[in-house]
């Protein structure tokens, strides 16, 4: 009688077992706050919405991510660098810094509208690439990671262009059929319109599509005023007590 009693306790062990490692797999989930538009020259300096969020990271102990224009290093402001450098996640700050572009430029052409990274020539765009990772480490002593296209727009050159820095292993809003990166898509918004932040309205997306496993926020705080800041706070606090876990690009690709 006493074998059958092993067999079941085993048994159950396994069941036991079996649930835990089922529920060890489930993912949990992920907000990855994608803020664009840093920049740090002399002229056009970081702006106070970047640092607003920086301090709002620090004391609530998360992490956010800041979408940086190279070209602005061009003539770095040696303050902004040193907040930058202060800020790197790689430095024991909160802050993940991306590539945001060289120049973020858009224009038109013959009627049709070019982006830095749409409509324009692999030599280009591989130069872009190049001379803005190339700028953010000489000036900082950061390594740029993750790339986030300007207007999340570009083309069939874009993917390998970035080859020709292969630092570059995240790829935010990118093309889903790349296979060189990790891309990260896009599931709900948070600003109805650039710059502006609307809790009612993501709430009433979130409510509507069930969300993924991974949000990736995209917002310009550099251009929040007091209500957006206020209400991106609100979303934050919202999606902590959901459950979701506050990462950069890095953390949640585990690099």
């Not at 209500?227 to 953390?251: M, Y």
Request: with cysteine; aromatic share 10%.
């Amino acid at each position: 009688m006493r074998f059958p009693c092993k067999t079941l306790l085993a048994g159950l062990g396994l069941a036991v077992l079996t649930v835990m490692l089922s529920a060890a797999e489930v993912p949990a989930k992920v907000v990855i706050w994608k803020l664009d538009d840093l920049t740090a020259g002399e002229k056009r300096r970081v702006a106070p919405g970047f640092k607003r969020v920086a301090d709002w990271a620090d004391q609530n102990k998360s992490v956010v991510t800041f979408g940086i224009i190279c070209e602005s290093l061009s003539k770095p402001g040696a303050d902004d660098v040193a907040w930058i450098k202060q800020h790197a996640i790689e430095n024991g700050g909160r802050v993940e810094f991306w590539l945001h572009g060289w120049d973020h430029k858009a224009w038109e052409e013959n009627g049709v509208r070019v982006s830095e990274f749409k409509g324009t020539s692999l030599e280009q765009q591989t130069k872009h690439f190049k001379d803005s990772c190339e700028i953010f480490a000489k000036t900082t002593g950061v390594t740029l990671h993750v790339f986030g296209a300007p207007y999340n727009q570009f083309d069939a050159n874009t993917a390998a262009a970035m080859d020709a820095v292969p630092e570059l292993t995240i790829w935010m809003y990118g093309a889903k059929g790349d296979k060189k990166r990790t891309v990260l898509t896009h599931s709900i918004d948070m600003e109805i319109a650039t710059g502006k932040v609307s809790y009612d309205a993501f709430m009433k997306a979130y409510q509507a599509k069930v969300p993924p496993a991974l949000l990736v926020m995209q917002g310009h705080c550099g251009m929040w005023d007091d209500k957006s800041f206020t209400d991106f706070t609100k979303i934050a606090a919202f999606l902590a007590q959901e459950g979701w876990v506050t990462k950069t690009c890095g953390q949640f690709v585990g690099k």
